[in-house]
C-alpha cells in the first residue's frame, strides 16, 4: 500500500484529502506544520508527500528545500493558493514534482497523487491474491469466486498485508501501521476488531482462508487444503 504524507493546517481540507486518498486504498497520514513534517519524514519512509505552502510555521517550499539538500527524494506535490506563473515555477525549482493551486477539484488531487505515485513506482494498482481471495484495492473490495464485500480502509489495509505476507505472520506492529499509521494512539485492541470483522468477511464469502493468531508475534493467513 502506498503511504503518503499529507502536511496541511487546515482541518476540514485535511480530511477530505485523507477520505479521498484512503478510498483508493492510499494510507495518508497528516501533520499541520513543517516542523512535525519533519519529524515525521525523518522517522517513517513515505511513497510522496503532499505539502501545502502557508503554514503556521512558515512556507511549505522551506521545508521541501531542506528535504532536498538531504537528498530526500521522496516525490513531492506543492498546493499552493498562489496561481502566478512565477510562484509555480519557484516550486517545482525547489524540488516539487507536481503542483496544485487551491482551490482544486479532489478528484484531480486523487489523480495526481497517483500519476505521482505511479511515476516513482509505488504504485501497484493491481489486484492481490491469495488461495482463493482476490483483493482490489481501488475498490475496496474482497473476492471470493463471484461473490464480493466491501472492506473498510483498516480492513483493506491489514488484509493487504497478511495477502503480500502470502501465509508468512505479519507483525502486529506492520499490520496496525499499515491501518492506522506509524504515528496513530490506536489501542492494541483496534486490531483484532479489524482482525475480527474480516474473519467474520471471509466466513461470510465461504473463503478456505482462515487469519490465525501467532500469540504475541503477530497473524498469518492459512487456506485448507481443497478437499
Ligand atoms: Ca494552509
Not at 133 to 152: K, M, N, R, Y
Request: net charge neutral; aromatic share 4%.
Amino acid at each position: 500500500m502506498p503511504r503518503v504524507l499529507l502536511v496541511e493546517d487546515h482541518p476540514r481540507m485535511a480530511q477530505a484529502v485523507v477520505t479521498a486518498l484512503q478510498a483508493q486504498g492510499i494510507v495518508c497520514d497528516v501533520v499541520n506544520t513543517r516542523t512535525h513534517a519533519a519529524a515525521y519524514l525523518d522517522t517513517a519512509s513515505y511513497d510522496a508527500v503532499i505539502l501545502d505552502r502557508g503554514l503556521p510555521d512558515g512556507d511549505g517550499l522551506t521545508l521541501l528545500t531542506q528535504l532536498r539538500a538531504l537528498r530526500l527524494s521522496t516525490p513531492c506535490l506543492i498546493l499552493t493558493a498562489r496561481d502566478a506563473l512565477g510562484d509555480r515555477i519557484h516550486g517545482l525549482e525547489s524540488g516539487a514534482d507536481d503542483y496544485l493551486t487551491k482551490p482544486f477539484e479532489m478528484a484531480e488531487l486523487v489523480a495526481r497523487t497517483k500519476a505521482l505515485l505511479r511515476r516513482h513506482a509505488t504504485w501497484h494498482p493491481e489486484q492481490c491474491c491469495f488461495a482463493d481471495l482476490t483483493v482490489s484495492p481501488e475498490l475496496s473490495t474482497l473476492l471470493v469466486g463471484s461473490s464480493s464485500i466491501t472492506l473498510s480502509s483498516s480492513e483493506l489495509q491489514v488484509l493487504w498485508v497478511l495477502m503480500r505476507e502470502a501465509g508468512q505472520v505479519a507483525r502486529r506492529s506492520a499490520l496496525e501501521s499499515a491501518a492506522w499509521g506509524a504515528f496513530s494512539d490506536i489501542t492494541p485492541k483496534a486490531l483484532d476488531v479489524a482482525i475480527h470483522r474480516l474473519r467474520g468477511k471471509l466466513a461470510a464469502l465461504q473463503s478456505k482462508v482462515t487469519i490465525v493468531n501467532i500469540k504475541g508475534v503477530g497473524y498469518a493467513l492459512v487456506a485448507a487444503d481443497t478437499p
